[in-house]
């Protein structure tokens, strides 16, 4: 069983990492929608290298190719249904013995390629600078509710206990004689017994652990006082509203022409 | 007894504290089918089973904080489909409120229920994000094969959630219907709402 953490971030030391995590967010938003609301290769392809120089002036960049290659039936499936059986098709790209690309299908798969690569890369200029604690805490600190500020970043921390949980349950029950290869039907029948005893030990565990959340004040009322005082980030303001600014105006022109 | 807790916004630390543990649940379900070979999905048990622990808005939660969550550490992608997985927390609930969860026969019905519905919410997301497929093998050849054939796109597109999106929610609320019986009681009070404690 991997050992995994569900940590991506890279601690690099970059402007990108000091920048405040909200203004990051709102740099996700702006790119995924003005790469929407643009219709031309060209332009997607610029909001896409914008995205891009951000993750390399993070020093992130080499980081990136993991998370695109979790999308690739994504990316792959989208070429290959769009390029050969576009409705639109008309004009013959290639043609290879009986397989043909058709040019209108190509090019719409080509742009919504590119879209998904900046969904992807934009994402990853907030995931891989971001440590996930600053985020919650900066959203607390907007207003989130604390108490679900830790259930968000309780998962972080469950999830990888679980797994280890996990290979624990599935090396004691093969030791029973559980069999978990083979058959389609053998796996399937070993479903169950696999994911019975882990569920059963999580959901017990929550017990145990709303009480000791409960004990410590977690329903409290009041002020919270914080551990860890955030600097307020010197250039939030103006990057925001040059986001804000960028991202009115490409729609406004959108709709204008 | 108090009717309509159902709906109930302030949620108990229990509730909160499921959230975390399901979203787990859902992660370990996607280990063991990637370990097992299996050819389906069966990512949202844990969805499923909070929304029959806890009512439908906690179901729901679950939902958004998995793709979240998910997205900030594997795959942005997945920050799209957050809406099917919370409409597929809030059908489960509603439906096992009602009693949907009473026995195998209508649990197999729900499933199949919260299958269509996941596909038509899913639909018009795949038709926004890239027009129309889904990046599971079997329903995008069905989606080409349509189009092909001169069908529109969101009856193909459709057709292409459903043909994996059925049989796979049908699964997932077998699975977690399987687990939700044989869990034991002193589990299943801690999320019960409706349940008068009664003073000296």
């Given at each position: 069983m991997r050992s995994m953490t569900l940590y991506v971030h890279r601690e690099k030391g970059s402007p990108l990492h000091r920048m405040d995590p909200l203004t990051k967010l709102l740099y996700v938003f702006t790119s995924v929608i003005i790469s929407y609301v643009l219709a031309d290769h060209l332009s997607v392809l610029l909001v896409l290298a914008v995205s891009i120089s951000l993750l390399i002036a993070g020093k992130v960049a080499r980081f990136i190719l993991p998370i695109i290659s979790v999308s690739f039936v994504l990316l792959a499936s989208i070429l290959i249904v769009q390029g050969f059986f576009h409705p639109d098709r008309a004009t013959v790209l290639w043609e290879i013995g009986p397989i043909t690309l058709y040019k209108e299908g190509f090019s719409i798969a080509f742009l919504i390629l590119l879209r998904v690569l900046n969904m992807v890369c934009a994402f990853g200029v907030l995931i891989l600078t971001t440590k996930p604690d600053e985020l919650v805490e900066t959203l607390i600190q907007k207003g989130l509710s604390p108490r679900f500020g830790y259930v968000l970043l309780s998962v972080l921390q469950i999830v990888p206990q679980m797994m280890t949980l996990t290979g624990k349950i599935m090396d004691s029950q093969r030791a029973r004689g559980l069999e978990t290869e083979g058959s389609l039907w053998v796996r399937i029948k070993s479903f169950i017994p696999l994911l019975g005893p882990v569920i059963l030990r999580s959901l017990a565990e929550t017990r145990e652990r709303s009480i000791a959340l409960e004990v410590r004040g977690f329903n409290a009322t009041g002020k919270r006082t914080r551990l860890h005082r955030i600097q307020p980030y010197k250039y939030g303001f103006a990057l925001k509203a040059l986001l804000a600014v960028v991202l009115l105006s490409v729609i406004v022109w959108r709709i204008w022409s | 007894m108090v009717r309509n807790r159902v709906w109930s916004f302030r949620f108990s630390t229990a509730a909160l504290v499921l959230i975390p543990a399901a979203v787990g649940i859902n992660y370990i379900g996607k280990l063991f089918v990637e370990l097992l070979k299996l050819p389906l999905w069966i990512d949202s048990i844990g969805t499923v089973l909070s929304s029959m622990l806890a009512g439908p808005l906690v179901g729901a939660l679950v939902g958004i904080v998995n793709n979240v969550i998910y997205g900030f550490t594997t795959?942005?992608?997945s920050f799209v489909y957050a809406i099917t997985s919370a409409v597929i927390g809030l059908v489960t609930g509603i439906m096992a409120y009602k009693g949907?969860?009473?026995?195998i026969g209508k649990a197999l019905v729900l499933g199949f229920v919260v299958g269509l519905i996941a596909a038509t919410v899913s639909t018009p997301l795949n038709i926004a994000f890239?027009?129309?497929?889904?990046?599971?093998v079997w329903g995008d050849a069905l989606f080409a094969w349509m189009v092909a054939k001169g069908n529109p796109l969101w009856l193909a597109s459709f057709a292409d959630s459903v043909v994996v999106d059925v049989p796979d929610k049908m699964v997932t609320v077998l699975i977690s219907f399987l687990i939700f019986r044989s869990l034991p009681k002193k589990v299943l009070t801690?999320?019960?709402?409706?349940q008068e404690i009664e003073r000296l």
């Open positions: - | 795959s942005p992608v949907w969860i009473s026995n890239w027009e129309g497929t889904t990046a599971n801690m999320y019960d709402t409706e």
